[in-house]
């Protein structure tokens, strides 16, 4: 079984610019969250999408949005990029309901400058 | 923000020592996962365990959790030099939300 796919691994964009990152699930699972993690913050939690409605949003401001298709892929859209904004995006996909297992992919390092 | 802390923040042992890491928590839980990461990586999912559990094994892996202390810990046996990582613990919290909230992570270095 295939496990999650984030494309692209690595990412530089400048300031002002903005970016689209994609996540593949794995077969099956109708969950796919977004996390941020960075030296100074750590993990921390983006959106969660389900059955394609986001169902929880973090603390992050409107600049930072997301969507998922039919197929459960998703998408994570990052507008007017700050340097402040250069991390690792993870994303993690699950199957959905409680007490279930959240698997990661290898994330998006993305570098603004 | 941040759910818990994990102590140590960083471990250095040798292989064939044991590894204990601690991991608190604020609010309740619907279960707690253990994750693994390599630097600059993505996160491993090690174990899972439910909030009416008290303790878990997988392999080397031994996790215990205390709700009413807020508090988990894993526990690597016989350690490997390939466990050298970071290791975060993630709350699923009791409110509804589909969440994980990580703790700060304890980086482990197991020297040959």
């Known amino acids: 079984k295939a496990g999650v796919t984030q494309t692209p691994r690595y990412l530089i964009k400048t300031r002002g610019q903005q970016v689209t990152l994609s996540c593949s699930p794995i077969s099956g699972h109708r969950s796919v969250s977004w996390y941020q993690q960075t030296p100074g913050q750590g993990l921390q939690f983006l959106f969660e999408y389900f059955s394609e409605t986001q169902r929880n949003k973090g603390n992050f401001p409107g600049r930072f949005s997301g969507r998922q298709f039919s197929n459960s892929r998703s998408e994570m859209n990052v507008s007017t990029l700050e340097l402040g904004d250069s991390a690792l995006y993870l994303c993690?996909?699950?199957?959905?309901?409680?007490?279930?297992?959240?698997?990661f992919g290898q994330g998006t390092r993305l570098t603004v400058v | 923000s941040q759910q818990g802390e994990e102590d140590p923040q960083a471990l250095s042992i040798q292989e064939g020592e044991n590894a204990t890491m601690n991991c608190s928590y604020k609010?309740?839980?619907?279960?707690l996962q253990w994750y693994r990461q390599n630097s600059g990586r993505g996160l491993v999912h090690l174990i899972l365990i439910r909030s009416n559990e008290r303790e878990k094994h997988s392999g080397r892996l031994r996790v215990t959790l205390d709700t009413s202390k807020k508090s988990s810990s894993l526990l690597i046996t016989a350690s490997r030099a390939a466990d050298t990582a970071s290791y975060f613990c993630a709350t699923d919290p009791n409110t509804g939300r589909r969440a994980l909230t990580f703790g700060s992570g304890t980086r482990l270095q197991v020297q040959p």
């Open positions: 993690a996909s699950s199957f959905g309901e409680r007490n279930t297992e959240a698997f």
């Open positions: 609010t309740s839980i619907n279960n």
